[in-house]
């Protein structure tokens, strides 16, 4: 792992750019994949996607064990890089959906390995300060991607977007090569079953309902990317030139909230109140989600703004929360917690495919606001920080 604040610094720094490659192309998959196959083969899909991964994520200890660090995260960097190219030239279902296969397990493994180069150097009283800067710079990434990926599609088309996303990773593949040569980990990876993982995260109160917490943003997310930007684009007729503008807008509070929430959650509140404010929030906009069936830009801005908020504050919480309660030597911890996302994937999709079978896709907005309340029941069960 890291064994100074100079390649701490390193991995923070990738954020932004790691940002960039994720979030150019981010809002773009599902309308990508929609030209070849339908809304309910889009969401299989991703749920193949996910599964596949899962399985990866279970097998990534032995994969660091048998590679090394170093080698590992440049061998999923070169993929992730690899599987955007793949989009950029792919002009077929076959095509995409080997795309978006090797683009959900190369990014998600990239995650992880940064976690545990991070959680090495994290010190439990600034883990909130740390976490949410990284996420912060991280997120500085999408801010900007939605309106510049609006307009390449625009002007060239959704492949053209995948192209360029693959060449911004280029700076991130090269920081890695340049330092950190001797970069070691002081760390044995021990591969531990995944059922003991699971039974020790279940005993443990707050281990279990900040994984469930962590499922319940990730279901979202799977509704904010996969969804939202089909019922904006196809249902309600809305144009990439606008929609652009609009996703940079609500993104914002991802760069604005989380490193002061981290600050509060360390010094002031710890995470509980924070926690229950962001599902709060994030509950009342997938009502108003369900609700808008007309194209109003600014409207619409205004509640997707809204909606980022809760979600940035839960994000921040989430990655505050957990991290306190585990180190870099829980890797089946991590690597479990990190698995909200992609189960997040198969979940919502198959919920998506249930929804739209019978009713709008709007509903669909409802359904997931249920679970956002159920997570205000979850947080009020765990024990504070302070």
Same mark, same amino acid.
Request: aromatic residues 16%; proline residues 4%.
């Given at each position: 792992?890291?064994? *100074?604040?100079?390649?701490?610094?390193?991995?923070?720094?990738?954020?932004?750019?790691?940002?960039?490659?994720?979030?150019? +192309?981010?809002?773009?998959?599902?309308?990508?994949? !929609?030209?070849?196959?339908?809304?309910?083969?889009?969401?299989?899909?991703?749920?193949?996607?996910?599964?596949?991964?899962?399985?990866?994520?279970?097998?990534?200890?032995?994969?660091?064990?048998?590679?090394?660090?170093?080698?590992?995260?440049?061998?999923?960097?070169?993929?992730?890089?690899?599987? #955007? /190219?793949?989009?950029?030239?792919?002009?077929?279902?076959?095509?995409?959906?080997?795309?978006?296969?090797?683009?959900?397990? !190369?990014?998600?493994?990239?995650?992880?390995?940064?976690?545990?180069?991070?959680?090495?150097?994290?010190?439990?009283?600034?883990?909130?300060?740390? $976490?949410?800067?990284?996420?912060?710079?991280?997120?500085?990434?999408?801010?900007?991607?939605?309106?510049?990926?609006?307009?390449?599609?625009?002007?060239?088309?959704?492949?053209?977007?995948?192209?360029?996303?693959?060449?911004?990773?280029?700076?991130?593949?090269?920081?890695?090569?340049?330092?950190?040569?001797?970069?070691?980990?002081?760390?044995?990876?021990?591969?531990? +079953?995944?059922? @003991?993982?699971?039974? @020790?995260?279940?005993?443990? $109160?707050?281990?279990?309902?900040?994984?469930?917490?962590?499922?319940? #943003?990730?279901? /979202?997310?799977?509704?904010?990317?996969?969804?939202?930007?089909?019922?904006? $684009?196809?249902?309600?007729?809305?144009?990439?030139?606008?929609?652009? +503008?609009?996703?940079?807008?609500? #993104?914002?509070? /991802?760069?604005?909230?989380?490193?002061?929430?981290?600050?509060?959650?360390?010094?002031?509140?710890?995470? @509980?109140?924070?926690?229950?404010?962001?599902?709060?929030?994030?509950?009342?906009?997938?009502?108003?989600?369900?609700?808008?069936?007309?194209?109003? +830009?600014?409207?619409?801005?205004?509640?997707?703004?809204? !909606?980022?908020?809760?979600?940035?504050?839960?994000?921040?919480?989430?990655? *505050?929360?957990?991290? @306190?309660?585990?180190?870099?030597?829980?890797?089946?911890?991590?690597?479990?917690?990190?698995?909200?996302?992609?189960?997040?994937?198969?979940?919502?999709?198959?919920?998506?495919?249930?929804?739209?079978?019978?009713?709008?896709?709007?509903?669909?907005?409802?359904?997931? !606001?249920?679970?956002?309340?159920?997570?205000?029941?979850?947080?009020?069960?765990?024990?504070?920080?302070?």
């Amino acid at each position: 792992m890291f064994q *100074s604040k100079t390649s701490a610094h390193n991995s923070l720094c990738a954020g932004p750019i790691n940002g960039d490659c994720n979030s150019l +192309p981010a809002y773009v998959h599902s309308n990508f994949l !929609s030209q070849f196959v339908s809304l309910q083969t889009v969401s299989l899909f991703f749920i193949a996607a996910n599964v596949i991964t899962v399985m990866m994520i279970l097998a990534f200890p032995s994969i660091i064990k048998k590679m090394g660090n170093r080698p590992t995260f440049m061998a999923v960097i070169f993929l992730f890089a690899l599987s #955007l /190219f793949f989009f950029s030239t792919a002009d077929s279902a076959l095509g995409g959906f080997m795309s978006i296969i090797l683009f959900t397990i !190369s990014f998600n493994l990239v995650f992880i390995k940064l976690d545990l180069f991070i959680e090495k150097f994290t010190k439990n009283s600034s883990t909130g300060r740390i $976490r949410t800067i990284y996420l912060t710079c991280y997120n500085l990434g999408w801010v900007a991607a939605p309106s510049m990926s609006s307009r390449l599609i625009e002007l060239y088309g959704y492949n053209f977007v995948y192209w360029i996303a693959g060449l911004i990773i280029i700076p991130a593949f090269l920081i890695f090569i340049l330092t950190n040569k001797k970069l070691k980990s002081s760390l044995r990876y021990e591969r531990e +079953p995944i059922l @003991k993982t699971i039974k @020790k995260m279940w005993k443990n $109160r707050n281990l279990r309902g900040i994984f469930f917490i962590a499922l319940i #943003l990730q279901l /979202f997310y799977t509704t904010a990317v996969v969804y939202v930007p089909i019922y904006l $684009r196809q249902n309600l007729g809305m144009s990439w030139e606008t929609l652009g +503008p609009i996703f940079s807008f609500m #993104l914002l509070p /991802f760069v604005l909230f989380e490193i002061p929430a981290g600050i509060l959650a360390d010094k002031f509140f710890g995470e @509980k109140e924070i926690l229950m404010s962001g599902l709060a929030i994030m509950v009342v906009s997938l009502i108003l989600f369900s609700s808008i069936g007309v194209a109003t +830009p600014l409207v619409w801005a205004l509640v997707l703004f809204f !909606s980022r908020i809760g979600a940035a504050l839960i994000e921040a919480m989430r990655e *505050s929360y957990f991290f @306190k309660l585990v180190s870099a030597k829980d890797i089946g911890l991590i690597n479990l917690f990190r698995l909200t996302g992609p189960i997040a994937y198969i979940i919502g999709p198959g919920i998506a495919i249930l929804v739209t079978s019978f009713l709008p896709i709007n509903f669909l907005f409802l359904v997931m !606001s249920a679970f956002a309340f159920f997570g205000i029941a979850i947080t009020a069960s765990l024990r504070d920080s302070l």
